[in-house]
């Protein structure tokens, strides 16, 4: 599932000059828009990896609902009978792709193998499949490929440098507590902070010109690299601060002060108590007021 939105949109859009390649088109549309909304609701820059805003919200990209609309409407026409004018256009479709030629239905079945699995060995156990047993069988599939893709994907450094802390606390595809805080200025905070879309030098120094090396992107109090971790649980600026955050961390997780800093960095953001996430929007809000 290295791309998933390809595939759907090639099948909509089959034929150069066709029909299809307008409704391709709205169907591009209606991803961005879909990323964009994600990425205005959490306050963050819209050039933000979707990987993480997919991650915060724990919800699947509209790629892969389409993927299985492909597919449960190829299951449809399968089971349709020949008294339907869709299922003579499905049959014409269908002899021509059996004669080499690239329709409708090649991609259908592109797009059916991706998921599926290979046609000979799966194609007639789909076919006798009611459609209620396709619709649970894909919505597991697509999101356990969709899960793997994404937590494979995050953890690639070469491919989303920009994860490298998200990835030290960000180990399962699931909706974020702190993402029901009441105080829009908290969520959002933390939002910026936990999806890197924040004005620490190891963001501001990536997107200096020259770029900066990751090793001289400094905080200017302690020299040494202001990245997440150094601003939440080392930085020297904000040790009087960062009492409430810790003492809050104390109460809920277990030999919090004994943890290495990795550690600390990483329990504290992956606490599901409302209580912390609410310290770290506190504490991050402040700190940025006081800076
Ligand atoms: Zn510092």
Known sequence: MSKPASNVLDFYSPTEGGRFVSIGKILLMQVLKQRKFF?????????????????????YPLEGRL???????????ENMSSDFPAKWIYN????????????????????????????????????????????????K?????????????INDQDLNPKLRSYNMFKTEFCF???LNLTNPKLR????????SSHHLAVETGRHAKPKVPLEE???????????????????KKFNALRETLF????KYIKDFNALQPSEKFKQILQSKVIAVQSSIGNFLVQASSSQ
């Open 39 to 59: 990425k205005r609701n959490l306050h963050v820059r819209q050039q933000t990896p979707n990987l993480a805003v997919y991650g915060e919200y724990g919800i």
């Open 67 to 77: 993927q299985g609309n492909v597919i449960k409407f190829l299951h449809r026409l």
């Open 92 to 139: 014409d479709l269908y002899s021509l792709h059996k004669c080499g030629f690239k329709t409708w239905v090649t991609k259908a079945l592109e797009v059916f193998c991706e998921i599926e699995g290979p046609i000979p060995s799966t194609f007639e156990k789909f076919r006798s499949l009611d459609s209620r047993k396709v619709k649970n069988n894909l919505k």
């Open 141 to 153: 599939t697509l999101s356990d490929k969709y899960r793997s893709y994404w937590l494979s994907s």
């Open 176 to 178: 974020e507590p702190y």
């Open 188 to 195: 959002t905070a933390i939002s910026r902070f936990r999806v």
């Open 217 to 235: 992107r400094l905080c200017n109090t302690c020299l040494t690299v202001e990245d997440e971790m150094h601003h939440l649980i080392d930085c």
């Open 247 to 250: 003492a809050q961390a104390t």
